[in-house]
């Protein structure tokens, strides 16, 4: 998306089998709601980050090779922007949406809080006194989207908002790592991380 924020209503346009396979999980869920009444709700979550994060994801991997001084790969020239929300955040709104939520309905959850992906690179280095020259730009992936949005009015409704800024969830989350490298090392082992 451009412009503007996807809400829930908005039709589902899929750009990769990996977002297709998501948009039939979603179409799938809603169809067993309006055949058999099966109580679901769906929630559809922006980029999540924070502790106990599996190391292939954008901001473990930038943060695990920035302690090891090796280069940081971001995709393009880095504009790309994503959603960012903090992981206990969106781990309230789907308890809320579980509890308080309409059966049958679908929920975005997001931080507000859009990042050009080179700027979250530049201030994980910056938390961990790395010098921004491990920045290094490769190849995008096909079919990989500019720019995720979430509109959150509706489950505002329900009486949610994110607590934590983007900057707050990160420095949390990139301490997390420094200190907790017992539980990212061990899964590291044959993959291409480092």
């Not at 949406?97 to 931080?111: D, H, L, P, S, W």
């Not at 409704?157 to 607590?163: I, Q, V």
């Amino acid at each position: 998306i451009s412009d503007g924020s996807f809400s829930e209503d908005d039709v589902l346009n899929p750009s990769s089998p990996y977002s297709a396979s998501k948009a039939g999980a979603d179409l799938l869920t809603i169809a067993y709601y309006k055949t058999y009444g099966l109580d679901t709700v769906i929630t559809r979550s922006s980029n999540n980050y924070g502790p106990y994060q599996y190391p292939e994801k954008l901001i473990p991997v930038l943060i695990i090779r920035a302690l090891h001084d090796k280069p940081l790969p971001i995709y393009g020239d880095g504009s790309n922007i994503r959603d960012w929300i903090y992981v206990m955040d969106n781990c309230e709104a789907i308890d809320l949406v579980r509890r308080k939520g309409r059966k049958g309905e679908i929920y975005n959850i997001a931080g507000n809080e859009e990042r050009r992906n080179i700027d979250v690179a530049k201030l994980i280095l910056k938390y961990l006194n790395k010098p921004e020259s491990l920045i290094n730009f490769v190849k995008d992936r096909p079919g990989h989207d500019f720019r995720y949005s979430l509109n959150i009015d509706k489950i505002k409704s329900l009486g949610w908002k994110p607590e934590f800024t983007f900057e707050e969830g990160l420095k949390r989350t990139v301490e997390w790592y420094v200190n907790n490298k017992w539980w990212w090392e061990k899964l590291l082992g044959g993959e291409n991380v480092l």
